[in-house]
């Protein structure tokens, strides 16, 4: 089983950027598609964007409309995501999670697709 931790979250304007990170432990790591979701109270966890294996493809929410980046460095057992232009409405609790080691690499993009989750890290953006 593999051990998440998100951390980069906090509070930023509407306009501004944070870098969400996620450390991974556990093994394994470069075998596992990984992704980045959000979720605020009342509503159910949210796909942002999911990226392969190897890192050299990655998927978007159509809601993240060029405003996000998702990344990994598999020699650091990292994903990152990289938030510009942040909203208001980008308030939520944003969450890392990894698919099982497998052999395929194709994407995931529903929670239901991920094995193991972070603990998640807060994004406040104010008005």
């Known amino acids: 089983q593999v051990q998440l931790v998100e951390s980069g979250g906090g509070l930023v304007q509407a306009g501004g950027s944070l870098r969400l990170s996620c450390a991974a432990s556990g093994g394994a790591f470069s075998s596992r598609v990984m992704g980045w979701f959000r979720q605020v109270p009342g509503k159910e966890r949210e796909f942002i964007a999911g990226?392969?294996?190897?890192?050299?493809?990655?998927a978007y929410a159509e809601f993240t409309k060029g405003r996000f980046t998702i990344s990994r460095a598999n020699t650091k057992n990292t994903v990152y995501l990289q938030m510009n232009s942040l909203k208001p409405e980008d308030t939520a609790a944003y969450y890392c999670a990894a698919t099982a080691p497998r052999l395929s690499d194709t994407f995931v993009t529903t929670a239901e697709g991920f094995s193991s989750w972070g603990r998640g890290t807060q994004v406040t953006v104010s008005s």
């Open positions: 990226i392969k294996k190897s890192g050299g493809y990655t």
